[in-house]
């Protein structure tokens, strides 16, 4: 054991503690907890909004002030009261990826016009659906969708989706990657990019967008990779003579360790600004974590403590399965006590209920001795963990509230 000063590398204004309580949104987590239940997912409109102004101030200071667009990348988070909230700040539109994505979209208030549409393997079924909303963006990810688009929608405007062959990801996290060495599924390679341009005019199809999305979670030190990234997907634009917009796709991440150093959006913009300040492009991003990831708690309630062998052991009541990115991305939340005092701290590892190995929600953790705690909050749970839930093991139940 040791003891420290609880002075915790993820405080913030709006996240911290305050007479020794977990605060979170204006409000006592040990209360929200208590009155909504475990595991229960928690959200801040506050501070979504405020991340979106954010990325939405840093595309002005890149000189894009007029001529770039936001949509939020929805597979993020789909909670309805969610998006309806996002839809009220009027900062943004909807990133959506899937016929259900859209419908769902249009039901919190979205018109087919605030959706930009980007998906992979799609069946016949899911174009024909998706070819009746007049005003849905199509972009294009390989010649099979210029097709069977072109078929079903002959003269439209679409953009292309292109793979660069070289990708972006938070620490040099292959598992991030949607482009590289490796061959992916995702965009159009450019020995395929004639053809695909070619293809397109052939069902009178105008290719006004370049779309790519490389990888997820960069933070600043990969800056100068995206600097990269971006410079190759320029040889697509400058060979397309119809383009438009460039939507550079999202992948702004955050803090997950206490290594971690926010995305530092000057710099950001410093990058987009080189690129594009001197260019007649439209500019669309689709973050997803980095509106909402920060904006989320997991309540959990405490189901054991226990010593095996040389690991303290802390059991929760939701496992990998309701939140799986610490399981399949390597990406941890950080465990928090909902109440601290001066008592030494201990190294711990939080685990869930699933019958499975990988269900470690964090390895190591510093945290008190939680004999007398009944709940534990996971940060960092606000994207990519309740909308990519299982009922595994039937233990896929939680509840999820917007806090105003």
Known sequence: MVQVHQHEWWQRDDLHYQNNQLHFAGEYVQKLAHQFGTPSFVYSSARVEANLIRVRQALDA??????????????????APLLRFIKQTGLCGIDACSPNEVKHALSCGFSPSDISFTATSLSQQDFAELARYEGL??????????????????????????????GIGRACNDRL??????????GIYQEQFMQALELAAQYGLSVSKIHFHTGCGYLTPELEQLDHVITECMKFVDASSDVRSVNIGGGLGIPHLPEDQSLNLEQWSIVLNKHFAHRDLHIEVEPGDYICKDAGLLLLGKTYVEQKRDTLFVGVDAGFNIAPEPAYYGLPFQPVPLQIDDSPLTLTTVVGNINEALDVWYENALLPNLAQHDYLALINAGAYSSSMASNHCMRGEFNEFLLA
């Open 62 to 79: 890149a000189g894009l002030a007029g001529r770039s667009s936001i949509f939020y990348a929805m597979k993020a988070n789909r909670f």
């Open 137 to 166: 963006f199509m972009d294009c990810d390989s010649l099979h969708a210029i097709r069977r688009w072109g078929e079903l929608r002959p003269g439209s405007e679409i953009g292309i989706r292109i793979n660069p062959a070289v």
């Open 177 to 186: 990657h949607y482009a590289g060495c490796k061959t992916t599924k995702f």
